[in-house]
């Protein structure tokens, strides 16, 4: 019987390593109705800064996050054909506000034509922020490996989509 007890003690040592390895638990949160933001600051999710490459909607997807300035960490999603032309884009902003965090997202064709009026931006509200994950009303960031990210979106009429993105290191970086 011992050989039987050391082999079930080391497969559940190798199991709680490979979950562990798998990072987060990534999944979708929402407010509850009259819920506020909780505190939050723009160094709480520094971690997301730079360049993100991947795939999600049935095409090759990149995610560029400039570190922050001024409490504002501004991005831009690519999504193309897989090995062809642009979809669209999207310009962001995670923003203070409130003494939380939001992030504003307008959407644009390849052609650069906006889809929301000029004026307007989808917002999400912060839920819930964490040492490596950011849970937005609707759309979370979650790096699940030291350099992998993925994100998850409700997105009207197609439910919640994944990506998986991996980060891309400058030569000056040394990776």
Known sequence: MP???SLLIIFFVMSVAQAAAAGPDVGLRSLASGQKSPPATIEDIAWLAGRWTGE???GSSEEVIAPAAGGQMMGMFRQAHMNGPVKFYEFYLFVETEGSLALRIKHF???L???EEKEA???FALVAVEET???FDGLTYALTAPDELTSLVDIEGQGVVKFRFDRQHTPAEGH
Do not use: K, M, Q, S
Request: aromatic letters at 16%; a negative charge; hydrophobic letters at 40%.
């Open 133 to 135: 994950a950011v849970y």
């Open 3 to 5: 050989g039987i007890l």
């Open 113 to 115: 034509h906006g889809w």
């Open 121 to 123: 931006y989808e917002e």
């Open 109 to 111: 064709t390849p052609a």
């Open 56 to 58: 999600g909607l049935g």
